[in-house]
């Protein structure tokens, strides 16, 4: 079983629609988790990070769960530039500083 | 801010043949990753510093890859003789350091390099 698990997808979904990924994560001594956005060949880039009480950002809302270890993100009116992949990291403080990333989800919006 | 700089972007070769790739970091983050990224996965670690130091490389192939961080700055990951299976995309990160709590990383674009 891998560390950090997504569900690949692809997420097929209309523009405006509201649409969310889980990232379900192994080791209970994880500390740090994180949401990145990768668009096709390029860098994942920061998109939040990830914090016990939940955070948003505009459209974007992450939440966590430590008792059944995942973390949430969902993105609400999604525009058409919203189109990318979604990698989760999740930081062990077992072995500080390394993050471990999921292999994404894949979102698509349509017209 | 100048962000983190990787070179060469592409690189083709055959295989047998090495092959070395160049990071400089973000100016004052003393923490550098070297990652591998296959086509539909996530990036898996191979490396990281801290300052000078090599402080995890449980996941990199020490029988041909090799890396290098010497004044503590910018960084070289070196594969020799590279194989079919080396074709990915090697990234480079870095961070400001670990000290506990969250450690942002921020990529640079990467080298994709194709083994034929």
């Known amino acids: 079983r891998k560390e950090v698990e997504q569900d690949p997808g692809p997420f097929n979904v209309p523009e405006g629609a509201t649409v969310a990924f889980n990232c379900t994560y192994s080791?209970?001594?994880?500390?740090?988790f994180f949401w990145y956005r990768q668009d096709c060949r390029k860098e994942p880039k920061l998109l939040m990070s990830?914090?016990?009480s939940g955070n948003e950002d505009g459209r974007f809302t992450a939440q966590l769960n430590r008792a059944s270890q995942y973390i949430s993100l969902l993105i609400r009116d999604s525009k058409l530039s919203d189109s990318a992949t979604y990698l989760c990291a999740v930081t062990f403080n077992t072995n500080a500083g390394k993050s471990t990333f999921g292999d994404g989800t894949t979102l698509t919006v349509k017209p | 801010e100048a962000g983190v700089v990787q070179s060469p972007r592409y690189k083709i070769i055959e295989k047998k043949q090495p092959v070395a790739f160049w990071c400089n970091p973000i100016?004052?983050?003393?923490?550098l990753y070297w990652y591998r990224q296959n086509l539909g996965q996530g990036p898996e670690l191979l490396i990281r510093y801290e300052n000078e130091e090599a402080v995890d490389d449980s996941q990199l192939p020490k029988d041909r890859f090799s890396a290098e961080r010497l004044k503590g700055v910018d960084s070289t990951l070196k594969i020799q003789p590279a194989e079919l299976g080396d074709s990915a995309v090697y990234l480079c990160?870095?961070?400001?350091?670990?000290?506990?709590?969250?450690?942002?990383?921020?990529f640079g674009p990467g080298t994709r390099l194709t083994v034929l």
């Open positions: 990160a870095s961070s400001l350091g670990w000290s506990g709590g969250t450690d942002t990383q921020y």
């Open positions: 080791n209970s001594a994880s500390q740090s």
């Open positions: 990830v914090y016990s």
């Open positions: 100016s004052g983050h003393n923490t």
